[in-house]
């Protein structure tokens, strides 16, 4: 079956310090990856997407960046946050190709002190 | 674009209520149409979903059914429970060939349901 792993659950960083948040997927090949930020009170904002190693859609300019190194890994990263990321980010999976479900990780609670 | 309505909570309901929470939705072509739902603190799971139209997506109690005419997936359920209360969010997947972003989910911006004993 398949599972999707999502690290660390909660983060505090301070304003200025770089992020790196990190994604598995388990049991299945080539998935589409999402990242999501939902802040407080509000819904889900779509951030990047994956279709493939190395593609990467940025749906929000701002000031995260996202890669793909492996089928089955997707990073979150930032190299200097501000107070505005502080959220709740979502890592989600999809089949590729095809109108399905997807898959969400327990997701990363960051505040930016 | 393909987007996502729903209501705007909080939707407060006392124990064994009947739920709505309406959703309509605009797509190009023929999306598959979902129901998600997220606990305090957690991920979104799963609830439902619908990939044609006039389809009935139904789990634990919930209903939605896929309405192409009025392009709408209301959720019903008929005796809400004190462990429902969580944040359901609408989304559809737009497929490829109809110009949809490949693997593009679009969600609704979520409503907040409380369930008092």
């Known amino acids: 079956s398949q599972t999707i792993h999502q690290w660390p659950a909660t983060l505090v960083q301070p304003v200025g310090s770089p992020l790196s948040l990190e994604c598995t997927v388990e049991?299945?090949?080539?998935?589409?990856l999402y990242w999501y930020r939902q802040a407080a009170g509000r819904g889900l904002q779509l951030l990047f997407y994956?279709?493939?190693?190395?593609?990467i859609s940025s749906e929000v300019p701002q000031n995260l960046s996202a890669s793909r190194p492996q089928d089955r890994q997707f990073i979150l990263s930032s190299k200097k946050l501000l107070l505005s990321d502080s959220g709740f980010y979502l890592c989600?999976?999809?089949?590729?190709?095809?109108?399905?479900?997807?898959?969400f990780g327990q997701g990363t609670r960051l505040t930016v002190v | 674009g393909d987007s996502v309505t729903q209501m705007e909570g909080p939707v407060t309901l006392s124990e064994e209520a009947f739920l709505t929470i309406n959703c309509t939705y605009t797509?190009?072509?023929?999306?598959?149409l979902f129901w998600y739902v997220q606990y305090p603190g957690e991920g979104l799971q799963l609830l439902l979903k619908?990939?044609?139209?006039?389809d009935k997506g139904s789990n634990k109690g919930f209903e939605a059914t896929y309405r192409k005419e009025t392009t709408s997936f209301h959720l019903e359920k008929g005796s809400v429970q004190v462990s429902d209360s969580a944040v359901y969010f609408c989304?559809?997947?737009?497929?490829?060939?109809?110009?949809?972003?490949?693997?593009?989910?679009?969600f609704g911006k979520g409503t907040k349901l409380s369930v008092k004993p």
């Open positions: 994956s279709v493939g190693i190395g593609q």
């Open positions: 989304a559809l997947s737009a497929p490829m060939n109809y110009g949809g972003s490949q693997g593009n989910l679009i």
């Open positions: 619908a990939t044609k139209a006039d």
């Open positions: 989600a999976w999809a089949k590729g190709g095809a109108t399905t479900e997807a898959f």
């Open positions: 797509a190009t072509g023929y999306p598959s």
């Open positions: 049991g299945t090949s080539n998935p589409n």
